[in-house]
């Protein structure tokens, strides 16, 4: 089962404790100290790991029924990471942040006017965005979201396919009417691309 899988709600027996675990975890972080946080919830985790295994000695040689170990399949689950997963995800990382700070001088140096013009409008609405949230509420808003709206949208999708369609054909009239004030060398370059 991937993370499709999760999100979209296959199988809700297993969605609903990843989504309440989380959004328990995140919004914890909010009122408390993440090592506030992190050490809770491992006490957490280990005070029922022994409890299952008090559960299980209790049944199996006091009151002599037989029970299974239900963390027993667990234990011998391999856990190691192989090096060239860790160096996959790294050098994958490493791109990215590479692309990410050519992107960002090239915005920040104004190569592309309107480009940069776009980038300095997303800044000063992300600062509005700022006075009303903050960060951790983001995160919070965000991970409700990620197992909402997909659903939401595969559900209807019938009625939400038109709707976009229309905001489509909106942005990409507001952009030829930008793209009409551009200057004549930003505007042949974009023509290339």
Known sequence: MGFEDIYLWKDPLVSGPVF???LITLISTCYYSTVSVVAYSGLFILGTMVGLKLYVYVMNNLLKK???DP???????DTSISQDKVNSVASCMG???NTAVTEIRRLVLVENMLDSVKFGLSL???TYIGNWFNAMTLVILAWVALFTVPKVY???KAAIDPILEKVKVQLDELQSKVG???PKKAAEAKKEE
């Open 20 to 22: 309440g675990v989380i």
């Open 66 to 68: 037989n029970v299974e």
């Open 71 to 77: 963390i027993q399949k667990y234990s011998s689950v």
């Open 95 to 97: 791109d990215k942040l």
């Open 124 to 126: 000063w609405f992300l």
């Open 154 to 156: 595969l559900n209807n």
């Open 180 to 182: 009409g004030f551009m």
